[in-house]
């Protein structure tokens, strides 16, 4: 992939996290998608690329755009596979919580995991701890083993998982360990890229979310040198045979970074909608000026960029919203 095409994807997120952000508090969250998805879909004909949707807004007859199997892109340049989440977090932005973002993840053709939307177990960590945890151990020998590899007290490890009544079991022996519980409600990604960035304090992500976003996480992950496993988890025996035809002979086998992200390349580029551990959300400063916080990384020379940029709002009326 050509280094330019990283600094071509911050201004997609760029251009969702503008138009959505809108949408922050007003309690309408597909109003709020709607906002990101064509913002997104529209900067995209400007960026250089052959890019295909792998991970998207869902199926051709579910989603008007960004939907599983389109080509974006101007036709030009690398062919890619494209992962998109144009507003991780709906239900944040309508509520006017944390941490909504922007995500994007872009790879060379045929080496994203084609995962399909359903639950996926998770487990992430940030570099110290690479190759050391497995989505079977017991979580009290992980948190042995961060606790170790990042020379912390257990007291002083902080897990962060989703708060939902499937993981009240898994919380509860997270405190019995002794370590640190931190519970998020909505948006995956942000929570699982935070192990591997120190100053968000997080040492360890575990839990059971969309599949989706395991694999967008995966590519920040390998940029940043972290780690992750994964499973899906198909609670029926329709999304079991989904799992048998993108390949997985064995629906439940283990996943490992390399299996989600195939390769020594990715592209992730996030711009925060609303604030968050990871990012500051979109900020009005006045005179028709809003200001973005975003990061972006690759994988192939391991770069890490946070961006700050102004925008003028006055020349940007296709992301605006109506008065």
């Known amino acids: 992939m050509d280094r330019e095409l990283a600094l071509e994807i911050v201004r997609v997120t760029e251009a969702a996290a503008l138009a ?6 007003r ?12 913002a ?23 989603a008007p755009m960004l939907y599983i199997g389109e080509e974006v892109g101007s036709g030009l340049g690398p062919e890619v596979d494209i992962a998109v989440d144009p507003l991780e977090g709906t239900n944040i932005v309508a509520k006017g919580h944390p941490n909504a973002m922007a995500v994007i993840a872009v790879a060379d053709k045929g080496t994203l995991l084609h995962a399909p939307d359903m639950y996926m177990e998770k487990i992430a960590v940030g570099p110290k701890a690479a190759g050391l945890v497995r989505i079977d151990d017991p979580i009290e020998k992980t948190i042995d083993i961060v606790a ?9 490890v902080t897990v962060i998982i989703q708060e939902r009544e499937r993981h009240a079991e898994l919380i509860e022996r997270v405190r019995n360990k002794g370590a640190r519980v931190k519970l998020f409600g909505d948006g995956d990604v942000g ?9 968000t304090g997080i040492d360890l992500f575990v839990g059971t ?27 029926n025996d329709e999304e079991y045979a989904r799992c048998q035809k993108m390949g997985l002979e064995d629906p439940h086998q283990i996943l490992t970074i390399d299996d989600l992200v195939r390769g020594d390349d990715a592209i992730f580029a996030a711009t925060g909608v609303s604030s968050g551990e990871l990012l500051e959300g979109v900020r009005f400063l006045g005179g028709d000026i809003a200001e973005t916080d975003s990061i972006v990384m690759r994988a192939k020379t391991g770069t890490v960029r946070f961006i700050k940029a102004h925008h003028r709002l006055d020349n940007k009326p296709h992301i605006m919203m109506n008065e």
């Open 27 to 38: 309690g309408l969250k597909n109003e709020a998608d709607d906002a990101a998805t064509t």
């Open 20 to 25: 959505c952000s809108q949408w922050l508090g």
């Open 191 to 199: 929570a699982s890229i935070a192990t591997a960035l120190p100053h």
């Open 40 to 62: 997104m879909r529209k900067m995209f004909d400007s960026v250089n690329c052959k890019g295909t949707v792998v991970i998207g807004e869902g199926e051709l007859d579910e």
């Open 209 to 235: 979310g969309g599949a989706p976003e395991g694999v967008i996480s995966a590519a920040a992950l390998k940029a940043l040198g972290g780690d992750m496993q994964a499973r899906l988890v198909p609670m």
């Open 148 to 156: 170790k590899m990042t020379d912390k007290r257990v007291r002083d």
